[in-house]
């Protein structure tokens, strides 16, 4: 049986998340599938989805990244307690 995890969100994700929503309603169906993914898998142990441990993160500041198209999501797990530190959007320029 996988265990569950407990999803929480910082009150920076909570900020972020709203005024990112305002212009990309969009979000809102990546938001499902991240407390979907992140409550089954937030270690990735399966190898499905895209979700990267980063290194020299410190806890507190996201220490994983899952990647959903364009959004990326920054959490840290404690336990069974997995805890939302950041969300954003990469932009179409980056590399240009």
Known sequence: MIPSFSIRATPAFERSTLKLLKHH????SRLGQV????????HNR????PIKKLT????GEGQYRLRLGRW???YDVHGNEVVLQYCG??????YR
């Open 56 to 59: 020299g993160a410190a806890p």
């Open 46 to 49: 399966t190898f499905t989805h």
């Open 35 to 42: 407390r979907e993914i992140l409550s089954s898998d937030p």
């Open 89 to 94: 959007l990469r932009r179409e320029d980056t």
């Open 25 to 28: 309603p969009e979000l809102r």
């Open 72 to 74: 990326r999501f920054r």
